[in-house]
């Protein structure tokens, strides 16, 4: 049989489509996906509360906590703590005033102060701490300090603007290096704030004829410096070294304006008191920590030295005025307060297996 030469190419041309058809329908699942896949995302919502066994952590390092402009404000905002009107002291509801821990080492108000929110991982209230903490603290609040885990730079800059009755400024700036083992750490925090406070009675007893009333007005111009710094050498997996330094001076500046107004009977009184203040206190605050693991009788050894220097002074101008007869000089104060406060700990902490507990020895000596 003889077949033309055109039907000869369009069977050609017929194979030749049925070929690419075939080559693209045996096409490998994995070519596919890398021909039109260029970039996997895997997201994952942390839980910024977690509770265990009544303890409760919170995840500040990636929560919106991490905005808060200092660590006191912050511990303020969390479950059963409450902090006190002059934000000098912290209690956790049914528990009294708990003992305060950055990582291993007890510290107080003036070490939170200074310690800045950016370097904060975690915080965890526990209410019914073991025994490896101090035997007077019914609660505990436990802060973990955040570490890279990778190589890296990074600088972050944050300001944080509020308007209550007066204008307050945060303005922070904090940067981490890491390295192979080594970690270097740094922040500085300028804060100007304006806190402003009132009070007055109006106190009658008719009966009597008596009446007192007073009006109390103070305004604040604050000026803060919190700054610090810090190196963390992972040694390997169970061993460490750290040195870290923070600081927090403050300057005050605050009038204080009363208006009183007293009446007994037929004498009246009419007082007007201005008295100038200036007032600063600044903190200093250094740790150094070493941990080591003796793998030989699997315990753990912890070794902390902290250096601590807090210096107050105080100054005050007090004038009456009685019954509009002019200012005059009552009071004049210059006060000055320092401590300086030199303390180490050592820590062993041993598991046993065969009985499932754990065992801690410490100590504690001051200077």
């Not at 905002?77 to 049914?94: A, N, W």
């Not at 990582?103 to 200074?114: E, F, I, P, R, S």
Request: overall charge positive; glycine content about 4%; hydrophobic content about 35%.
């Amino acid at each position: 049989m003889n077949i033309s030469l055109p039907f000869k190419l369009f069977l050609i041309l017929i194979l030749f489509c049925c070929s690419l058809f075939a080559n693209a329908q045996t096409e490998t699942p994995k070519d596919s996906i890398s021909n039109k896949l260029n970039e996997v995302v895997i997201t994952q919502n942390k839980k910024t509360f977690t509770n265990t066994n009544g303890n409760i952590k919170v995840d500040v390092a990636n929560s919106i906590y991490n905005s808060i402009p200092n660590s006191v404000d912050l511990l303020a905002k969390l479950p059963t703590v409450q902090l006190s009107s002059d934000k000098e002291s912290i209690t956790v509801i049914g528990k009294g005033s708990p003992l305060i821990y950055i990582d291993n080492q007890k510290v107080g108000m003036n070490d939170l102060n200074a310690l800045a929110v950016a370097d904060i991982k975690t915080i965890e209230i526990i209410q019914n701490p073991s025994s490896k903490y101090e035997a007077e603290g019914r609660s505990v609040i436990l802060i973990t300090r955040k570490f890279s885990k990778k190589d890296s730079f990074r600088t972050e800059i944050s300001e944080v603007a509020s308007f209550k009755k007066n204008y307050n400024n945060y303005l922070g700036f904090n940067s981490n290096f890491k390295k192979n083992k080594l970690e270097l750490k740094a922040n500085f925090n300028y804060n100007r704030l304006n806190p402003w406070e009132n009070h007055s009675i109006d106190y009658q007893i008719p009966t009597a004829d008596i009446a007192s009333k007073y009006d109390v007005t103070a305004d604040t111009k604050r000026k803060q410096f919190v700054f610090g710094g810090g190196l963390f050498y992972k040694i390997n997996e169970d061993d460490y070294f750290s040195f870290s330094v923070n600081s927090k001076l403050q300057t005050d500046v605050f009038p204080i304006n009363t208006i009183t107004d007293n009446k007994n009977k037929d004498e009246i009184n009419h007082v007007v008191t201005a008295s100038d203040n200036i007032g600063r206190k600044n903190f200093v605050n250094s740790f150094l920590n070493y941990s080591k693991k003796i793998k030989a009788i699997d315990m753990q050894v912890f070794t902390g030295l902290q250096y601590s220097n807090f210096d107050q002074t105080s100054l005050s101008n007090v004038q009456d005025n009685f019954n509009d007869s002019g200012f005059e000089l009552t009071q004049n104060r210059d006060q000055k307060f320092k401590v300086n406060v030199f303390s180490g700990r050592i820590d062993t902490e041993k598991k046993f297996k065969k009985r499932n507990e754990i065992r801690s020895w410490r100590i504690v000596f001051f200077c």
